[in-house]
């Protein structure tokens, strides 16, 4: 068990540190920007970049909240391209 349990903790420290560098998505229009909750939690749809899913999920509890989802909005109803970093 110790021989397999020190691979698994070096695998996932390796794994860990690889997505602590932030990633960009490519230029696209935001699709299905909703808040799904009375908490104010939002998704956006936009292209999976790297290890990432298409899904990009945005706190209510971040300082710049508004201005982002304010972006977004705007980016989808007029349909112009943003890049996200995350």
């Known amino acids: 068990m110790k021989k397999l349990l020190l691979p698994l903790l070096l695998a996932s420290g390796f ?8 990633g960009t998505t490519t230029a696209a229009v935001p699709v299905n920007l909703h808040i799904v909750n009375s908490n104010g939690d939002t998704y956006v749809q936009l292209p999976a970049t790297g290890c990432s899913t298409s899904v990009y999920y945005l706190s209510p509890s971040h300082k710049k909240y508004d201005a ?14 943003v890049r996200v970093k995350f």
């Open 15 to 22: 794994s860990y540190a690889g997505m602590s560098t932030p």
């Open 68 to 81: 982002i989802f304010s972006v977004l909005l705007t980016a989808q109803t007029t349909g112009k391209k």
